[in-house]
């Protein structure tokens, strides 16, 4: 089970860092994937690019191979279960663990006007989430292991205090290392929030693509056969690890080695390498927002399957409880 943020465009580092899993899990798991869209609320009080901004999240996700035949892909708003388990959870967390979370802290200093109970209690929502259908792998990277682990602690909690109901869910990947994808001025990683011409979105035009590729940073050279390569340098080659053949990526290698690599036209061969790699999934994305029913007819869908699990999984919360009384 995974939640996808729907604010802000899809980028490269969300395709390599999670969608990616997504669409491999799909294949061995039985897998929910929703749209976090009542998360959204609690930063984005305007509501007016909600619709806009979870079809075009579903459009990106399905043109990167995630297949909503094989999994439950729904907006969370869709299932009520989800509000309901939210408020049992509430009772098991507390104000001094929530307080101390630490997107929660960093929200309140760059929002101090908007310091709202949701935004407290987002990781009891996620907690949600994810035991609502009982789940135990979580796909999700790096930032959301606090957030993880408090999920964990709740369904303990709910064990112990109740009955045994829920696993402890557990980031997941491939056992492969975390790949980065570095942004393109040298500094951090692809993000939706830093430097929008150091970052590719999925959405990016071709020569959107070419021009920023072409900003990159570079300087003139290494100066002696096989010396080490400086970060930026570095990040251009991670960069064309990710979307060129072997054979492009051993030829600038040697190029550098030898001292007689030439930037401009390794950018000129990774933007090219990018588009290729770009430009089918924004055109696809593209046309799949057009299509109003067959988005209405997946939400459906996803909406349909991941009910059936959360109902399932509700029973036996107010059973636990003792919520039943006839
Ligand atoms: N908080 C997650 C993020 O910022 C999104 C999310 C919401 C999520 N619900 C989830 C992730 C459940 C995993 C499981 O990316």
């Not at 094989?70 to 104000?95: D, G, P, R, W």
């Not at 430097?195 to 900003?215: E, H, P, W």
């Not at 999934?281 to 459906?300: F, G, P, T, V, W």
Request: net charge neutral.
């Amino acid at each position: 089970m995974s939640g996808i943020r729907s604010t802000g465009f899809l980028h490269l580092g969300n395709y390599f860092g999670a969608i990616r899993n997504y669409v491999r899990m799909q294949e061995e798991y039985t897998c929910y994937f929703m749209v976090a869209d009542l998360h959204s609320l609690t930063t984005h009080p305007d509501t007016k690019e909600l619709k806009p901004n979870v079809h075009r999240v579903l459009a990106e996700n399905i043109a990167c191979g995630l297949d909503p035949e094989k999994v439950a892909l729904y907006c969370q708003s869709h299932v009520y279960e989800t509000a309901e388990l939210y408020l049992l959870l509430n009772m098991l967390a507390y104000k001094g663990e929530l307080e101390k979370t630490t997107t929660f802290k960093d929200k309140v200093r760059q929002h101090p006007e908007n310091v709202n109970a949701g935004l407290l209690t987002y990781p009891v929502l996620q907690a949600a989430d994810i035991l609502l259908h009982r789940a135990s792998l979580v796909p999700v990277g790096k930032d959301q292991e606090q957030h993880l682990e408090m999920s964990r602690n709740f369904a303990n909690r709910f064990n112990h205090r109740y009955r045994e109901v829920f696993p402890e869910p557990f980031a997941f990947n491939f056992g492969e290392a975390l790949i980065k994808v570095p942004s393109l001025d040298g500094t951090g990683k692809m993000s939706k929030s830093e430097n929008q011409y150091a970052t590719i979105f999925l959405s990016d035009s071709d020569d959107l693509i070419r021009k920023k590729i072409m900003k990159a940073k570079t300087d003139a050279g290494p100066s002696a056969p096989n010396m080490p390569m400086p970060d930026y340098i570095e990040n251009i080659f991670l960069l064309m690890k990710l979307v060129s053949g072997a054979d492009t990526i051993q030829k600038f290698e040697e190029d550098y080695n030898k001292a007689a690599i030439r930037y401009g036209d390794m950018k000129k061969q990774l933007a090219e390498d990018m588009i290729r790699f770009v430009a089918p999934i924004r055109e696809k994305a593209e046309s799949i927002r057009q299509d109003q029913a067959y988005l209405k007819r997946i939400m459906e869908m996803g909406a349909e399957k991941a009910r059936i699990s959360a109902a399932a999984t509700m029973e036996k919360v107010r059973e636990a409880i003792g919520l039943k009384y006839y």
